[in-house]
Structure formats: C-alpha cells, structure tokens
C-alpha cells in the first residue's frame, strides 16, 4: 500500500471512529442546527414588522426600543456591533427553547457536559421539550439532581442571526433592556470553559447596562428607572440569599456521614431546603410575590436550582470592583476584557 492511500485509509478509518465516539454529540448538533434553522427562516425583518399594519403598537413600540437598546450598547457600553435582534420571531406563546442543567446530588459541583469551540458547558438546550426528556431520565437514573426548564432568550455566538423572540416583548424596559445587553455581551466576549464566568459577566454587564440606558432614556427620576431599580434590589436580596443557602448546604454535605443510610442524607438535605424556601418570606423584598415558590406535591428545589445562582451572581461583587478599577467606564473596561481575551 503506497502512502497516499495509507493517508487515505487512515482519515477513513478517523473519521468512521469519530461518528461512532460522538455520534450523540453529532445527533445533538444536528437537532440544534434544525431548530436554529427553523427559528431564523422563520424570523421577520423588523423593518418589515413595523410597517406591517396588523402588529399592534405595543409591539412596535418595544421593537423600536430594542434597536436604540442595541445602538446604546455599541456606543456607549462597547459591545461588539452585529446584526442579532434586527429580526422578529413570533413564538405563538409557546417556548422556544428548554434547558437541562445537573448537579451531583451531595456536592455543589455541575454535570457539564463538552462541545467543540464552547468546551465544558454546564447546561444542555433544546428546542424540543420531548427532544430532552431522555437525556434527563437518564441523569435522573444515574443520580444527579436535574432541572428541566424554559429560558428567555439564548446567543448562539455570532453563528446565527439571533431574533428578537415575542416572548422578550412582555419584560418592562429595564428588564428587556438588561435582557438584550446580556445576550449581546456573550456575542462580544466568551472564554471556553468557563461558563460561570462568561454568565456572572453578561449578568452584571447587563444589568449595570440597562440602568445607564433607562437613565439616558428615561431619566433618573422616571417610573421606568425607580421600577428596575426595586427589580434590582431583589433580585440582589434574593440572589445573595440563594447563594449564601447554596453554601449552608455545601457545607452539610462536606459533613454528612456517607456511612448513613441514603434516605437519612437525603431527609438532612431536605430538611434544610425545606428551611431555605420557608425563610424566603422573611427577605425584605420589593415585591415578595414575585419570589414566590409554588412546587408541585412535594417536589423541592434541589442542587441544579441553586446551582444556577451561582452561575450567574456569585461574581459581582469582583466585577464592580473591576470596573471601579477602570474608572466606571464599562466601555473602557469591556474593550480591556476583549483585548485580553482575543
């Protein structure tokens, strides 16, 4: 056999055993890519939708306010230019997307799953529910703690053009506002591997963005701004206290006694989530109802549930600190971040 067909044979034989090794994560990919693909060619131009005389005002009006959101981001937060949002998707008031997160079931440490170009991931989306109910059988078989449930809006990384979805358009602009500043941030920087990271950064950009845009849009004194800004003290009240609980039950864990029974464990851990959720109502929040739990049966919060508060809140704190660094400027910050990282 001559080298060229040695060559040959051998990148068969590579690619054969690849599709074996990763045929899941290659059936996964090629799901994903049909439901992206069915939700962008189904997507309109919002320049389209706005002079389409069958859409309400409401929703021009909060098309129209992305678009500034977006030139705000650009401009004054240093977030990368793209043509993401300049379309609409119409969800008929279903969700587009549903996601699996996990979590050992005595320890705070994430299930992540691994992808090409993203690396580890600790969360896995669908644009199906069915499409992920096997998945989550088998994490449940297999011990984990798991969490199956719908989100907001997503970024695909510049591989798609990402669409408004109608669903975006029930927030109130501070919230939609944060929520396209967040998704945009992830377009602008992303580190492989580190997950907690890039959402603890898109959160705080987010948010830290979307005062600066209400401000610049609304006023400081406007009913717009004085309702994000309760928003965000609860959410900080709420989000400080959920991980300061997921700390109250990492340390159970490291005491537990694994030579106990699993159903004891299993009542100690309860036990304290049980006591968690209970003491929600004693948090001074602006608007308790909208922190309150309302489980089926006696179904509780479990690890994923808390896990993802420190997905996305446990740096803060670092981050202001940073940016306080560069002088407030988040423009200037984020232009560092990108320099650093490219």
Known sequence: MNIKRKILFFSIALLLFSAIRYRELIRYGINQLRGQLSIVMNAREIDEVLKDQSIPDSIKYKLN???E?????????????SKNY???YDQQGKPSIWVITASEPFAMRPFEWNFPFLGSVSYKGFFEKEKGLPELEELRKKGYDVD????????TLGWFKDPVLSGMLRKKEG????LIIHELTHGTIYISNNVDYN?????FIGEEGAKLFINNKFGKESPQMKEYLAFQEDEKIFGDYMITSALRLDSLYYHLDLKESA??????????IKDIILNINKLPLNNPERYQFNFPGDHLPNNSFFMSFKRYRKKQTDFRQELSKNGGNIKQWLLHLRSENN
């Open 199 to 203: 959402e603890n950064l898109a959160t």
């Open 148 to 155: 199956y449930g719908t989100a907001g809006g997503w970024s």
């Open 69 to 81: 959101i977006k030139k705000f981001a650009v401009d004054s937060l240093g977030i990368k230019e």
């Open 65 to 67: 306010l992305i678009q």
């Open 175 to 178: 919230r939609l506002a944060e």
């Open 86 to 88: 300049s379309t609409y």
């Open 263 to 272: 159903s004891t464990n299993y009542h100690k851990k309860y036990f304290l």
